[in-house]
């Protein structure tokens, strides 16, 4: 079962898929989505996210954006799937009202995978269903519709995760600045490489966001401007055509001798090892 809803002058897009990989290249917008994968299976089923492997359990949902490579090779089991672009809900403006970027999308961390609890189990196939209905009628208010119900989903998820993914130790405020420096590390990664230029920009101190990231996780926010530069690296040697030196540009570094130097501190591999180890691999 596939659905899709699509505003063409705005070129908007909203799809419902029961088993993704069978429907991932019949919907009319592919560019620029955005992601929500359940498993609505009974047992564990795998999903590869940038060449990596992950097992999702039962009730059990991640979400991907346009910045990552997803595949679905190894999926052999239905693959439930919600899938949106920025014409039509995007993320960043209706961020203060959801509280996603840097929890549900747009994070540096891990691939954040949220478990649907059995107590909210019906609350999350009740969705499904309206889904499904409002689907099925198509007049002049179901894009309105279709967004609030969207955005019922993601608020009901980034509870989930803000309760599954963040320590308690922390208060909405030190979340808000996390998932804040997450946010502007995916913008500006490319041009700002130093802890100092974010901390500025949240008007904070460096020594405050190591502080809070210290009692978040054991990666330093300096850690995560590499990992976020390395990710990058590995996605266009992996899923582009470009060549090194193309790469080493792309991601500003004015010399590639400088990229290599920097990719094999953070990998323990050239670009070029890189390359070919992955290919033979495939």
């Not at 990989?21 to 590869?48: D, T, Y």
């Not at 019922?152 to 804040?180: G, H």
């Not at 990664?189 to 802890?195: A, G, L, N």
Request: proline share 4%.
């Amino acid at each position: 079962m596939k659905k899709e809803y699509r505003e063409t002058k705005l070129g908007s897009v909203l799809g419902l898929s029961d088993d993704i990989k069978k429907h991932e290249n019949e919907f009319s917008v592919r560019s620029g989505i955005i992601q929500f994968l359940w498993n609505r299976n009974e047992i564990p089923m795998a999903v590869e996210i940038d060449g990596l492997q992950l097992e999702l359990g039962p009730n059990q949902m991640v979400t991907t954006t346009y910045l990552q490579h997803v595949s679905f090779k190894k999926t052999t089991l239905p693959l439930t799937a919600f899938l949106f672009n920025r014409e039509f809900y995007c993320i960043s403006d209706h961020d203060s009202e959801v509280s996603c970027n840097g929890i549900l999308f747009f994070g540096t961390q891990d691939v954040p995978i949220i478990t649907i609890p059995p107590d909210q189990q019906k609350r999350f196939d009740l969705l499904y269903e309206i889904f499904l209905e409002e689907f099925s009628t198509p007049d002049k208010i179901q894009g309105d519709m279709l967004q609030m119900l969207l955005k019922r989903l993601i608020i009901m998820s980034t509870r989930l995760a803000k309760d599954q993914l963040v320590v308690k130790k922390l208060d909405n405020d030190q979340v808000d600045l996390i998932r804040k420096f997450n946010f502007l590390v995916d913008m500006h990664y490319k041009t700002k490489r130093k802890v100092s230029d974010y901390a500025a920009m949240l008007f904070k101190s460096p020594k405050t966001l190591s502080n809070i990231f210290s009692i978040y996780n054991q990666k330093t926010p300096q850690q995560i401007i590499l990992d976020r530069i390395t990710l990058e690296a590995k996605r266009l040697i992996r899923f582009s055509d470009h060549q090194n030196q193309e790469i080493a540009f792309d991601l500003g570094f004015n010399d590639p001798a400088h990229f290599s130097r920097f990719f094999k501190k953070m990998t323990q591999m050239t670009p070029s090892e890189y390359r070919e180890n992955h290919l033979l691999s495939n």
